[in-house]
């Protein structure tokens, strides 16, 4: 068993199994609601914008939240504020937070804020589980139908990743987590998982760029063929009911 990620640690050190919601139960119901509302409101600083002491107010009360939370719900929650472009930990997706020097204003919207960027997180983290079970080449898969699977997977975990990130400063490492995460549901040692992935990418992604659709298609490839030795099917005719469910068509985006 791989040991627990600690509370503070990079989140490019989490694996998969730290935050696969199947693993983790998430009840969110409107007592529970009222009930950390209460523990997070007692948490934020009586220190308004401009105030002498208003920066260490705010990574206190991040630093009491984040705790918090990983006391109650586990270690998947304390990243309940990852955002785009958030200093030395970039490339996340909460967008509702930005930092604890301009998200922590009053209690009550302190409070309201938090709420939404930890569900935000959570809701993450279960679509990356459902595109996770739905994308993975099914059992008995020949090596070329492994291949197009792999190949379709990845295209669309880019894209996803993308999509919530905005490219902002640092998104490629997400971009790298959610593929490492998404071989290692299939099976796949970490190890290899990420060599795997690094190989793929050969540094083709960039802060602030919004890689064009053949470089994300030509990752895409990339992987497929290293891990199955064989190119992705191009006769798309075979597999009209997969681009019927993962785009739309035949002639759907790649």
């Known amino acids: 068993m791989e040991n627990a990620t600690s509370l503070g640690t990079s989140p490019y050190a989490l694996t998969w199994a730290e935050l696969d919601p199947a693993r983790h139960p998430f009840v969110w119901d409107d007592d529970e609601e009222t009930r950390v509302s209460a523990l997070i409101k007692e948490r934020v600083p009586p220190v308004r914008s401009g105030h002498e002491g208003w920066w260490a107010g705010g990574r206190w009360c ?21 955002s785009p472009g958030e200093g030395d930990r970039d490339g996340g997706v909460v967008g509702v937070w930005c930092c604890g020097a301009h998200s922590v204003t009053t209690p009550d919207e302190t409070t309201a804020r938090v709420v939404a960027a930890l569900l ?45 990130t905005g490219a902002e400063s640092g998104w490629y490492g997400m971009c790298i987590l959610v593929l490492e995460w998404f071989l290692t549901s299939t099976g796949m040692g970490r190890a290899e998982a990420r060599a795997t992935v690094d190989d793929a990418l050969g540094g083709r992604f960039a802060s602030w760029v ?17 891990l199955t030795g064989r190119l992705p099917y191009r006769d798309h005719r075979e597999h009209d009911d997969l681009e019927e469910r993962f785009d739309g068509g035949p002639r759907g985006r790649r």
């Not at 993975?136 to 190949?151: D, M, Y």
């Not at 053949?214 to 990339?222: F, K, P, T």
């Open 62 to 82: 991040v630093d009491q939240v984040t705790a918090l939370f990983a006391e109650r719900y586990g270690l998947w929650a304390q990243y309940w504020n990852w």
């Open 210 to 226: 919004t890689p064009r659709p053949a470089v994300v298609d030509s990752v895409g490839e990339d992987l497929a063929v290293r």
């Open 120 to 164: 935000e997180w959570r809701e993450w983290l279960e679509e990356l589980a459902e595109c996770f079970a739905e994308l993975a080449p099914p059992p008995g898969s020949t090596p070329e139908q492994r291949s197009w699977h792999l190949e379709r997977a990845a295209v669309r975990l880019v894209t996803r990743v993308l999509d919530r």
